[in-house]
């Protein structure tokens, strides 16, 4: 017997943006880490032993956040159809 889901795989026309938003929002939150820890701010909200697990955590999502855009900029222009490229 066969297994019907009942939706597709295909990435339907929202897929760059909620990728786009999605990276948008981890590194505007590993950008709020670094900067509450180069500031100074983290003393209001924490205590000293967790300065540094936000600093490295703020860093992780920052580079994952260009990772993450760097492919999906290589898979965007991969992903084109070939009746729209300029001869």
Do not use: E, K
């Not at 924490?46 to 540094?52: A, D, G, N, V, W």
């Amino acid at each position: 017997m066969a297994h019907d889901h009942g939706h597709d795989h295909s990435h339907g026309s929202t897929y760059y943006l909620d990728q786009l938003c999605t990276i948008a929002a981890c590194g505007a939150l590993g950008g709020v880490c670094l900067m509450m820890y180069l500031d100074g701010r983290l003393r209001y909200i924490l205590t000293p032993f967790f300065f540094i697990p936000v600093l490295v955590g703020g860093i992780a999502l920052i580079v994952m956040a260009a990772v993450r855009a760097v492919t999906l900029w290589a898979r965007g222009g991969r992903n084109r159809c070939p009746c729209s490229r300029a001869p």
